[in-house]
């Protein structure tokens, strides 16, 4: 994955992608088993995992639900000891 040097909305999307494909392989699943479990295609997996801009934010959160993450949301600014 090769993003903008500096470019916060991509490197919160890469460590989405990082996590969802660890999530995926530790759960022993492939790209297609996890993709007909979380009703989406395969083509829309492998672009998750590898964070391609512009995907679909319902059928990424079916996806991260189906591996077992929880997604949160806070403030950039917000107190890393928080």
Same mark, same amino acid.
């Given at each position: 994955? @090769?993003?903008?040097?500096?470019? +916060? +909305?991509? @490197?919160?999307?890469? /460590?989405?992608?990082?996590q969802?494909?660890r999530?995926?392989? #530790? @759960?022993q699943?492939?790209q297609?088993e996890?993709?007909? #479990?979380?009703?989406?295609g395969? /083509?829309?997996?492998?672009? #998750? +995992?590898?964070? &391609?801009p512009?995907? +679909?934010?319902? /059928?990424?959160?079916?996806?991260?639900?189906?591996?077992?993450?929880?997604? @949160?949301? /806070?403030? &950039?600014? *917000?107190?890393s000891? *928080?």
């Open positions: 994955m @090769s993003f903008p040097s500096g470019s +916060e +909305e991509f @490197s919160g999307l890469a /460590r989405l992608a990082r969802v494909r999530q995926r392989r #530790l @759960s699943l492939t297609s996890l993709a007909g #479990l979380a009703g989406v395969l /083509r829309f997996v492998s672009d #998750l +995992e590898n964070a &391609r512009g995907l +679909e934010i319902g /059928r990424v959160l079916r996806v991260v639900e189906t591996v077992g993450l929880e997604l @949160s949301v /806070r403030p &950039r600014d *917000w107190p000891q *928080w």
